[in-house]
């Protein structure tokens, strides 16, 4: 099911059907950057006849998260990862937050060793060093904002984000020619067509220096073009 043009659900989105088992929400989505309210969570959850699966990868950048309505609704599981906001990515760690009765079901057909003792180790080191996640999540949040100014100013339309990375679509002009030349200027970038919807940038926030850089040789591809 496809969002609206605003990054909206669609009312059919999670509307019954006869064979519906599972429904899934990445939650910011990508490449959007955009989260949907925990309040439409709750509603849709109501409405479901299933399980309701919110994919939490990139919530440590957004404002607000699912994971309070666990308690409130058994149909609600939120899944997390260390991938993103604690650069774990290497230690493919990540977790499930559910009603207790819901984690006894799973941990029945969950493999035996899914968690080796280094990655456990790791994670829970990560998970204690809060300081460390408000530090870079702070410096993340500012890059962004810069990000976001600057591909605007630049004439793309920025979608705003709740994620470390930005959609960015042009009004006017085909993006993939800017991604393959700051692809030749070894500046990487994620080029990405959906059929039906457009195509667009999904920028990376990295540092402001890194930000920057980006900005700057993108005003010089526009320019000489």
Not at 26 to 46: D, F, I, K
Not at 82 to 111: C, M, N, T, W
Not at 161 to 186: C, G, I
Request: charge should be neutral.
């Amino acid at each position: 099911v496809f969002f609206r043009p605003d990054w909206t659900l669609p009312e059919e989105f999670g509307e019954p059907a006869e064979d519906l088992r599972l429904v899934f929400l990445a939650n910011p989505n990508s490449p959007s950057g955009t989260m949907v309210p925990p309040e439409v969570v709750r509603a849709l959850a109501e409405r479901l006849p299933c399980p309701l699966l919110v994919d939490e990868a990139y919530v440590d950048f957004a404002s607000s998260n699912c994971l309070h309505l666990v308690a409130e609704n058994e149909k609600i599981m939120v899944a997390r990862s260390f991938s993103k906001s604690y650069a774990l990515a290497g230690l493919r760690f990540g977790y499930l937050v559910a009603q207790p009765h819901i984690i006894q079901e799973l941990v029945k057909v969950k493999d035996s060793y899914n968690c080796d003792a280094l990655s456990i180790a790791g994670a829970t080191a990560a998970i204690l060093d809060q300081a460390w996640l408000h530090q870079t999540r702070a410096k993340i949040l500012a890059a962004r904002r810069k990000l976001t100014e600057g591909m605007r100013r630049l004439g793309f339309v920025c979608v705003d984000s709740e994620a470390n990375f930005t959609w960015n679509t042009h009004p006017s002009r085909p993006v993939r020619p800017l991604y393959e030349q700051l692809k030749r200027r070894r500046i990487l970038v994620r080029y990405m067509n959906y059929p039906g919807w457009g195509d667009g940038l999904r920028i990376s926030v990295g540092t402001e220096e890194q930000v920057d850089i980006c900005l700057q040789n993108l005003a010089e591809l526009l320019a000489s073009s």
